[in-house]
Every structure is written in C-alpha cells, then in structure tokens.
C-alpha cells in the first residue's frame, strides 16, 4: 500500500490537499471537517473531478464528519500518469494511500468508476479498510446500452471545443433530462485551455483506452468473485432514469452481497449528486447517521 505524503492549503472553509503516491503521481484533495471526526472518502466517477461533491464534502464537515474528496489520478486537478498505470489495482492503490491519511476506518463513497475503485480496494483487503460502503449508480455488470454511451462520451471531442458554449452543448446532448445551467462557466473546472487555444477536457484521454467484450466479461467476473469478501454494510444509490444500473445486474450484486441495501433515486440519471444533490445527500445521510454518527462523544475507532 502507497503511503501519501501531503500538503494542505485552506480556502472558504474547504481545505486543498496534494498528496503523492509511491509512484510519484500527486493527487489533488478537497477536504472539510475535523480531522479525528467519523471520516468519509468520496470517489468520482469517470470523467468528473473531485468538485462534483463539492456540496455534498461541505455539508457533511458542518454536520461533522471529516470528510475528503480527491480528483483521481489522470483527472482534474491530480497529476496524470507517465507510465499510462490508470489499471483497477493501482487506483485501488491511490485509494487505500488516501484512507491511510485518515484517523479510522472512513465510510467510502464510490460514483461509477468511484465505486468500482471501492469495491476493488475493499474487495481485495485482507483487513478492514472502510466502515461502510456507498455505491453510486454502479455494479459490476452494467447495462452494455449505458456503458458504450458513457464511453462515447469521455472518448468524443478529441479535437476539444472552440468555447465554453460548445463543451456546454456536448454536455447537454449527454443530459438531456438535467436542466441546463444559465452560466456555463462552471463547466471550466471541467476544462483546460491548451496552447491551441481550443478547451479540452480536463482528463487524460489515454485514460479510457478501449477494451473488448472478452476483456470486459474478466474484469467484471473478477469483481464479483471479490464481492463476498466486502462484509461491511453497503448501500447502492441508483437512478430511476440511469441506463447504466439495470434490476438484473442489482440482483446479481446482491447475490454476492447479501447485506446490500438500496435506494431509488426519482428523476435522477447516472450522475445522481449532479441530477439530485439534496435528495442524494438526504438518502445517504440516513446511512452514515446509523452506521458512523458524528454525535458530540462518538468513538472514532
């Protein structure tokens, strides 16, 4: 296991951790609460940053929690990998680098690629390395009509946008059931500006290389063949509009881990913090508040 070594910086409350792993790569962290408080690690998904939790990392360190999301390596504000190492085990890596930063064992939060990093990292632990388990919109097989349109995305655009209006658009196309923002300016957390001044996504493209249906069918079986060793309480947020988490593949999961229980989010898509933050919020904190409360004298260890 990676031992991160960090540096912390304060703006608006939220706390900016770096933190490098053995390997070299930085990850870049936002953070809030009381380190000793009940921790919470949260992963995105594939193609986001680590602000997607941005509301969900602030509220939870004033109900307090220490709570800490990290941008994963190749995306956002981490550094992107010279040797192109963005495998299953190595995020699983980072990921147990960053638990090793907090003072017990944190509730992990997982969106998409997120949640397939937690359960790896859990999965493959000899010990225990999380309290609990959120999975957000994501199980190990996933609907094939979700996932390809999911790739198409983070795979299209290599040519960047013109401007933020374009990057806007594409965005749109991919949500069409989320109500478009007035001012697109937020998206540029989302973007950089090269030398040609066209804006690209933020994330290393070489990130997403293609795999075919046999290399897929392996890593899923080789994720539920982990699954009966993640014993801790776990909870599956899935969307009523995603077509990525199908029923089919939910039973399969549960199969392998009984303990699961799930929550539904209405009008929600794939990305559920972003379609439904406060119903998100609400739905998760009925599960942190059982399993790790942060009442005033509460244990940590």
Not at 70 to 86: I, M, P, T, V
Request: net charge negative; aromatic share 6%; charged share 25%.
């Amino acid at each position: 296991m990676d031992t991160a070594q960090t540096k912390t910086s304060v703006r608006h409350g939220l706390h900016t951790r770096r933190m490098k792993m053995e390997d070299g790569v930085t990850l870049t962290a936002t953070e809030s609460g009381e380190p000793g408080r009940p921790a919470v690690i949260l992963l995105h998904g594939g193609g986001q940053t680590r602000h997607s939790w941005c509301g969900t990392v602030k509220t939870l360190g004033e109900l307090g929690y220490h709570a800490l999301a990290f941008d994963a390596r190749g995306h956002g504000e981490s550094d992107w990998s010279a040797e192109l190492n963005y495998s299953s085990n190595r995020l699983a890596d980072d990921l147990e680098a960053v638990i090793g930063t907090v003072a017990a064992e944190p509730v992990v939060v997982g969106a998409s690629m997120g949640g397939m990093t937690a359960m790896h990292a859990i999965g493959r632990s000899n010990g225990t390395l999380a309290r609990a388990l959120v999975l957000v919109d994501i199980a190990p097989r996933v609907n094939p009509t979700g996932l390809r349109r999911v790739h198409d995305f983070l795979n299209g655009y290599p040519d960047g946008f013109a401007n933020i209006e374009e990057a806007s658009d594409a965005v749109a196309a991919y949500n069409p059931h989320r109500p478009r923002p007035r001012d697109p300016r937020g998206l540029m957390k989302n973007l950089r500006l090269r030398e040609d001044g066209r804006l690209y996504w933020h994330w290393d493209p070489r990130f997403f290389s293609s795999r075919n249906d046999e290399q897929r069918e392996k890593s899923t079986n080789r994720l539920l063949d982990m699954c009966p060793n993640i014993k801790i309480p776990t909870l599956l947020v899935h969307g009523a509009e995603s077509d990525v988490v199908s029923s089919n593949g939910i039973d399969e999961l549960r199969a392998r881990l009984p303990q699961l229980e799930t929550a539904l989010m209405p009008g929600a898509g794939h990305m559920i913090a972003g379609d439904r933050n406060d119903a998100f919020n609400s739905a998760i904190m009925v599960f942190l508040e059982r399993l790790a409360p942060a009442g005033p004298g509460n244990p940590h260890d």
